[in-house]
């Protein structure tokens, strides 16, 4: 087989790769794109009351959940009309059947007589903050508080409210996941909650649909760009060689 031969059926090859390498690289990249449209939300948080983990004004993403998914420690977005019936951002640190208190006499939260240790909150001690008397959670509800107690209105604030300030299940939208602007990443993970029944929940497919993205884009930008380097290796491979003259021509 000549080395012209050889050379072509390699180019061939190359760009039969470097079309499917494009091709999947679409299908991953907006396949990514659009899974997460249909699994996430965005929201914009208004308020101050989930810092320091969550500033107002900052954009999270959200997974659309049924309110029988949540769990304690989750971070999620509700609506509770007796509370303005407009899209709030709060953590759930109780569900129903739970007594929950607060404080201890190491200003912890305690969940059926568990002190709830919170990293998250802004004090540097992890105290929790807003004091309020032993409550029961009804079934079907979940006890829900801002990470800034001082500041925040929430479960704490209603428990003159139907249902000891517990909100109905079905009021959750979705569950905050990570803070999409600024870049900030994922939520820390709520793990004084972890021991209790049920534990907490596990990471949504977020992290699947970034890599699924960026290795499209990957594969596109590789791809498309074999074809100029081809193109540049094949004319440097055709140059011709070098005349060479007979001995003792002039």
Request: some cysteine; glycine content about 14%.
């Amino acid at each position: 087989m000549s080395r012209a031969r050889s050379t072509d059926q390699g180019s061939r090859l190359g760009s039969t790769l470097s079309g499917i390498a494009v091709a999947l690289g679409c299908v991953l990249f907006l396949g990514g794109f659009v899974w997460g449209a249909l699994v996430y939300q965005p929201y914009t948080v208004p308020t101050g009351s989930m810092s320091p983990t969550i500033q107002a004004g900052q954009r999270v993403l959200a997974q659309r959940i049924e309110g029988d998914e949540v769990k304690r420690g989750d971070v999620v977005v509700f609506k509770e009309k007796d509370w303005g019936d407009l899209p709030m951002v709060k953590r759930v640190v109780a569900v129903g059947g739970d007594k929950i208190t607060c404080c201890d006499a190491d200003g912890r939260m305690t969940v059926n007589g568990k002190a709830i240790e919170e990293p998250y909150l802004p004090t540097s001690a992890g105290k929790a903050g807003t004091n309020f008397p032993p409550t029961t959670v009804p079934k079907g509800r979940i006890f829900l508080l801002g990470d800034d107690r001082a500041v925040s209105l929430d479960s704490s604030a209603h428990l003159e409210d139907a249902g000891n300030g517990a909100v109905p299940l079905s009021g959750v939208d979705a569950r905050v996941e990570a803070i999409a602007w600024p870049m900030d990443g994922m939520l820390p993970e709520p793990s004084g909650f972890k021991d209790l029944p049920g534990g907490i929940s596990e990471p949504g497919p977020l992290g699947l649909m970034l890599t699924a993205v960026v290795a499209g884009a990957v594969l596109v930008m590789g791809g498309a760009a074999y074809g100029p380097i081809a193109k540049r290796a094949g004319r440097r491979g055709k140059r011709p060689a070098a005349r060479r003259e007979p001995a003792g021509a002039r």
